[in-house]
């Protein structure tokens, strides 16, 4: 007999912090309050966590300083060196960056984070369906979060009651709806998101070690076709296009595009399919409310040219996970506290993520004939700058020789 | 007339959900639900969805 009144199995009906969703952002959340000192528990509606994977994987080694997380080979697959783009004629260009990134394995990784967090005290409660918030009038008589009604693995409602809940519950968050907030996307704010993992795939070695990106309005209109790789001759091939700019479905637009490109595919093997919805509007900008915050792709904090999102969940998840500290430290939850969440990481991300956006829109008016004709124009550290939207004043001038394209960048670039 | 999921396509993969304007979709034990009672059949996650899982019936 021990003194332990809880095993794995059994929860209590009031904790610090609930937190819904265990994927990258929830659990660097929950590493992050129980690391603090904070009785925390995750909700997760999944019987197996980092499945179904609704990602391309890949994760720049920047972030994973930002995530205070360390290089592991179980979930690093492949060291990517950067990136080959190609505008619609497919002259290439390659960009070699400083930092590097990694294709990962979601399932192991999302796995291993919840370990880490799982170690430090963070409870787990998994196949448990987050049905909504627990919403009661505080003494302002505003409304204010108190915890999370679930549906549990046996089919009963049950409450668990909480200082403060993070809303990390993805792409189709509902949690923040329910409280009041609007977190609902716009259509043209979303990419529609088909992948193909494959292997037996025929690029080069030297290919295999960076990331790919086709661009043109024909093959993927709004958006873009990828190759991730996992290993030589193992990747991500994925495509992400604009509904209301599409005629097809994503999946028949990737398709068409492998099926043209036999050099690559010819005697490639699907191993797993993948869908996904990908949030490229300007993030929600007030995430949070008395009792709440709203982190990752649940707030829309994901960048809006490269639609990657692991990132920024687990950079705010770190912020509200100090921020949740500090509220409970002087006991007061209310919206004016945590408002410090989303000032801290509009200041580290958020306006980036807003410039990012011009870039988008620019990149969306572009023809294919203006994509090529910008590959003639551009270099490595150009492409780089759009990327991080630095710089942006410069391209204007920089595209004077092609009237059209420049005054696309006048409009939208600065 | 209804909103008509193919279950045999479908992913699950949620990008639909957050679209609906009436929130009449969710992700159930790993399933894209349709709440019928509040579906005004817009189409917009019919316009989304990857795979074409989802279609209004007329």
């Known amino acids: 007999m021990t003194n332990k009144t809880q095993t794995a199995i059994d929860f209590e009906d009031e904790y610090d912090v609930i937190i819904v969703g265990a994927g990258p952002g929830g659990s660097i959340a929950a590493r992050d309050c129980a690391e603090r000192g904070l009785k925390t528990l995750v909700i997760e509606r999944r019987a197996e966590l980092g499945t179904p994977v609704r990602c391309g994987e890949g994760l720049g080694e920047a972030w994973m300083k930002i995530a205070d997380i360390e290089y592991d080979s179980d979930w690093c697959k492949r060291e990517t060196k950067g990136a080959v783009v190609y505008p619609p004629n497919e002259k290439s260009l390659k960009i070699d960056p400083e930092n590097k990134g990694y294709v990962i394995e979601r399932k192991i990784f999302e796995k291993k984070l919840a370990e880490q967090a799982g170690r430090k005290g963070a409870k787990y409660m998994l196949k448990t369906r987050a049905k909504r918030a627990i919403v009661e009038e505080n003494e302002d008589g505003e409304k204010e979060v108190k915890g999370i009604v679930v549906e549990n693995d046996e089919g009963e409602e049950k409450e668990y009651r909480a200082k403060i809940v993070i809303a990390a519950d993805g792409v189709d968050s509902k949690i923040a709806r329910s409280a009041g907030l609007n977190t609902s996307n716009p259509i043209k704010d979303m990419d529609s998101g088909y992948e193909y993992e494959m292997t037996n795939l025929s690029f080069t070695e030297e290919d295999s070690k960076y990331i790919h990106i086709w661009l043109g309005n024909d093959i993927s209109p709004g958006g873009y076709v990828w190759a991730f790789f996992k290993d030589k001759d193992v990747a991500n091939v994925g495509i992400g296009i604009n509904p209301p700019k599409a005629e097809k479905s994503a999946k028949q637009y990737l398709d068409e595009w492998i099926r043209n490109h036999p050099e690559y595919f010819e005697d490639a093997v699907v191993t797993e399919k993948k869908g996904g919805g990908i949030p490229l509007g300007e993030p929600i900008e007030k995430p949070y409310m008395n009792g709440l915050m709203v982190i990752g792709d649940a707030a829309h904090m994901v960048n809006p040219i490269h639609g990657g999102g692991m990132g920024q969940a687990m950079e705010s998840a770190r912020i509200a996970a100090e921020i949740a500290q500090k509220a409970i430290e002087k006991e007061d939850y209310s919206a004016e506290v945590l408002s410090e969440f989303s000032e801290i990481w509009w200041e580290k991300r958020g306006n980036q993520l807003k410039d990012i956006q011009k870039v988008r829109n620019f990149a969306e008016s572009l023809t294919d004939k203006d994509l090529n004709k910008l590959r003639e124009i551009i270099g490595e550290d150009e492409v780089l700058d759009l990327v991080d939207a630095s710089n942006l004043k410069k391209f204007v001038k920089l595209f004077k020789g092609s009237p059209k394209i420049a005054m696309k960048a006048a409009k939208h670039l600065r | ?58």
């Open chain 2, 1 to 58: 007339m209804s909103l008509e999921l193919n279950q045999e396509k479908c992913l699950a993969c949620g990008g639909c959900v957050s679209l609906c304007p009436k929130d009449a979709l969710e992700i159930k034990n790993g399933e894209l639900t349709i709440n019928h009672d509040k579906c005004v059949k817009c189409g917009t996650c019919v316009k989304f969805c990857p795979v074409k899982a989802l279609k209004i019936n007329k």
